[in-house]
């Protein structure tokens, strides 16, 4: 399968910081993708490569065949800039309308559309409303809903979920997940139980340095599961070590334990909520695997 | 950043047509609209509407065109329409300054906001750039079809039987004031592309000609042959212009040659500027 987005030795350099270094990467149509990272990893940066709004140092980038920037690329790829914001003079509905005939609607289509894309992020009421009079957390859903206009192939979103409060949040990781059928999402947040909902991809970014890793139902590794008690319990690890098949347990964060278990051992996960059910411990949660979270961070409290 | 493509007139021409947008039905625009309604009121009521008496005065009349000879602009007291003369160095002198200031903000304010980010995904860098900068002249262009038409009213209201030799001059003032004024437009254009807010580009543009006017001028005084340098600046036919002592193909030349490398040079560091 051809992929959408190519990047092949792909360096940023801001004067003598380096921002990324050397990234090599591949994203395929599909489910969405995520770029997580701590701040200042490069995120931001490797998202105005892809948008064309900076130029590499050094390296190759191509998107569906193309530059960033390119004028081919007008109408299939849309993004949220982290921090960009409307002009706040004018109607909403009047600026995104200006970017549908950009996108090469006609007057009557625009307007239409427009309207459809604030309907989607439940803005349709203030379309009347100019930017600059919309709460914080309002124009944030209204930067989402021009990167929908049209029917993009790739939505780049940038932090798309920050400052929003959870109800909205929830609303916009439904709709990318509604939505991703029709288009290629690539999501950066800090939310990572959020993009491990919805991704099945993940590039992490540290210090310019690009690492991959699966989740869902690409994640191949089947010989740990992540349980998560409500409370803090005695000696889990060592009674959990018992257990039949169990190799190993560590406490990866507060309330939070890793098993490790041989490939052999069937039903283990069936055997584990009986454990807690028979000790009497509320569990919250059982991951098949690792967290998205530890994955990334390899927090083994010993 | 992406290879140059070929420039789509419809998205250009929605990039302009915005300006229009942004000047005639936002609030700011208004208020500037208002603003720039008043002062020309001001100008149509005085120095346009009494001035025809004072020019048109027997007695004043020789003083006058001892006065204007002087400074070269004898040819204006020949024009039967007295109040076109008056608006033509009105006009000629005033819409400069003010298109520095009604023309500096075309794309730096967008750039800082993130705006120019969401029409970058849009439409190339060259049709935000020109397409501002043509939306930003037809913005002019309106002010001074206005300003010239209230003129022809007041010539009418005084002497009707001059109205169809008024329309005349109205067009061809209209021309050559709006070709005069394309290079400010088109010096605010190339300042928006490195400066910082729309103050800045106005502190700038007045820094490049009384700064600027100065080095170039001392240079010139070292070295005659620099004299060229004058060229580097917009308007520097408009002494010559004012009393129509300058022929037509240089009167439109000038200007237009010093739009199109200003736009070059403009075109040249917003295509690789970082949005």
């Known amino acids: 399968m051809k992929s959408l987005i190519t990047g092949r030795n792909l360096s940023k350099s801001y004067g003598s910081k380096l921002a990324l270094n050397n990234v090599n990467f591949e994203i395929q149509k599909g489910a969405p993708v995520a770029l997580v990272g701590p701040n200042g990893a490069g995120k931001t940066t490797l998202f105005s490569l892809l948008c064309g709004y900076i130029a590499p140092s050094m390296g190759e980038l191509e998107i569906l065949g193309h530059k960033p920037g390119s004028a081919a690329l007008f109408n299939k790829v849309s993004a949220l800039p982290q921090d960009a914001q409307l002009d706040p003079r004018f109607n909403i509905d009047k600026q995104l309308s200006f970017y549908a ?60 979920t920050a400052g929003l409060d959870p109800i909205h949040a929830r609303e916009v990781r439904e709709l990318v997940s509604e939505l991703s059928s029709q288009a290629t999402f690539i999501l950066s947040s800090h939310d990572l139980t959020e993009l491990e909902r ?45 257990l039949d098949g169990v190799s190993r347990v ?14 052999t051992s069937d039903s283990l996960d069936i055997a584990l909520l009986q454990f807690c059910h028979q000790h009497n411990w509320q569990y919250r949660q059982l991951v098949n695997g690792h967290t998205l979270e530890n994955q990334i961070f390899k927090q083994e409290k010993l | 950043m992406a290879t140059p493509s070929p420039v789509n007139v419809g998205r250009l021409t929605q990039i302009a047509g915005f300006e229009l947008v942004r000047m005639f ?22 120095p346009i509407g009494q001035a025809v008496g004072i020019i048109s005065s027997p007695d004043f009349e020789q003083i006058a065109r001892d006065i204007s000879g002087s400074i070269g602009l004898s040819k204006l007291l020949d024009w039967p329409e007295a109040e076109f003369a008056m608006y033509w160095l009105i006009a000629l002198y005033s819409f400069p300054v003010f298109s ?23 439409s190339t860098r060259f049709e935000i750039l020109f397409g501002r900068f043509l939306g930003q ?20 209201f005084r002497e009707p039987s001059l ?21 400010f437009v088109a010096l605010m254009s190339l300042i928006n592309t490195f400066a910082s807010s729309s103050r800045l580009s106005i502190v700038l543009a007045i820094l490049y000609f009384t700064a600027g006017g100065i080095i170039v001028g001392l240079l010139e005084w070292q070295i005659p042959a620099l004299s060229v340098l004058d060229y580097l600046f917009p308007g520097v036919q408009i002494e010559l212009l004012a009393g129509q002592n300058l022929p037509l193909l240089s009167a439109l030349a000038i200007p237009l040659g010093q739009t199109a490398v200003l736009l070059a040079v403009a075109q040249r560091i917003f295509a690789r500027s970082s949005l």
């Open chain 1, 250 to 263: 560590y406490m990866s964060q507060h309330k939070e334990y890793v098993i490790e278990y041989q490939p």
């Open chain 2, 137 to 156: 002249l037809a913005v002019l262009t309106c002010l001074v079809g206005i300003t010239l038409i209230a003129t022809l009213a007041v010539l009418g």
């Open chain 1, 101 to 160: 005939k950009l996108q090469g609607m006609g007057t009557k289509q625009s307007q239409i559309e427009a309207l459809r894309v604030l309907d989607l992020v439940g803005l349709s009421e203030v379309a009347k409303n100019r930017a600059g009079d919309l709460s914080h957390g309002m124009r944030k859903r209204v930067t989402i809903a021009q990167a929908l206009i049209g029917s993009p192939q790739i939505v780049m979103l940038d932090e798309a």
């Open chain 2, 100 to 122: 520095l200031f009604i023309c500096s903000d075309q794309t730096v304010g967008d750039r800082e906001r993130g705006t120019l980010r969401f029409l970058s995904l849009r």
């Open chain 2, 25 to 46: 039905l936002t609030k700011r625009g208004l208020i500037a609209l208002a603003a720039f309604a008043l002062v020309w009121l001001v100008i149509l009521r005085y």
């Open chain 1, 198 to 242: 919805l991704c099945s991809q993940v590039l992490h970014l540290d210090k310019g340095i690009l690492s991959e890793h699966q989740t869902k139902a690409a994640n191949t590794d089947k010989h740990f599961y992540t349980l998560m008690l409500s409370e803090a319990y005695q000696n889990v690890e060592q009674q959990l070590q018992a």
């Open chain 2, 163 to 183: 109205l169809a030799g008024g329309l005349g001059r109205a067009v061809s003032i209209f021309l050559i004031l709006i070709v005069t004024f394309t290079p």
